[in-house]
T-cell receptor, first 117, second 114 residues
């Protein structure tokens, strides 16, 4: 079973630009969550999507947005990039369903490392 | 109230020793407490998790101890191996509508010397 796939793995942008990151969840997983990882702030929750609807949102400015498609693939977008947006952006998928198969586990991808110059 | 505090920031252990990492939380709505392991260049991977209806859970060399009244939980790695060298994160989740939202501790960099 293929894991969570994130593209691109690395990218460099300049301040003021925008960026779109993509995430393909594990087959059958309908929930996708996004996290930002930095040395100073650690792992911080951005948002979660389930069935194409945003279910939870973290404490990030409106420049950070996302969406989920009918095949559960998700994208996140950061507009008007700032130097402080340099980070590893992690996507995680989960079953998010009731029942014995639901372990509550989030499966993370390897991340997209964004550098803002 | 959403914080999860993790200590120590870094830990050096000799091969065969016991590694202990501690976490404390404030939000009493948290009902799921996983530990994640992250190697350089990789995403975090679930190591072991516990729910507050039990005080201890063991999987191989890894054990979570949970103290609900103190709002603390810890990870014990027995017989630590060099391959265990990684960053470890505790986390907590309130379930329900916050299902995909984990609140992470700051992480512990574990180094196991051979």
């Amino acid at each position: 079973k293929a894991g969570v796939t994130q593209t691109p793995r690395y990218l460099i942008k300049t301040r003021g630009q925008q960026v779109t990151l993509s995430c393909s969840p594990i087959s059958g997983h309908r929930s996708v969550s996004w996290y930002q990882q930095t040395p100073g702030q650690g792992l911080q929750f951005l948002f979660e999507y389930f069935s194409e609807t945003q279910r939870n949102k973290g404490n990030f400015p409106g420049r950070f947005s996302g969406r989920q498609f009918s095949n559960s693939r998700s994208e996140m977008n950061v507009s008007t990039l700032e130097l402080g947006d340099s980070a590893l952006y992690l996507c995680a998928s989960s079953l998010r369903s009731a029942g014995p198969s639901n372990t509550g586990e989030l499966f993370f991808g390897e991340g997209s490392r964004l550098t803002v110059l | 109230q959403q914080q999860v505090k993790q200590s120590p920031q870094s830990l050096i252990v000799q091969k065969g020793g016991i590694s202990i990492i501690n976490c404390a939380y404030e939000n009493t709505a948290f009902d799921y407490f996983p530990w994640y392991q992250q190697f350089p260049g990789k995403g975090p991977a679930l190591l072991i998790a516990i729910r507050p209806d039990v005080s201890e859970k063991k999987e191989g060399r890894f054990t979570i101890s949970f103290n609900k009244s103190a709002k603390q939980f810890s990870l014990h790695i027995m017989d630590s191996q060099p391959g265990d060298s990684a960053t470890y994160f505790c986390a907590a989740n309130a379930g329900g509508t916050s299902y995909g939202k984990l609140t992470f501790g700051q992480g512990t960099i574990l180094t196991v010397h051979p």
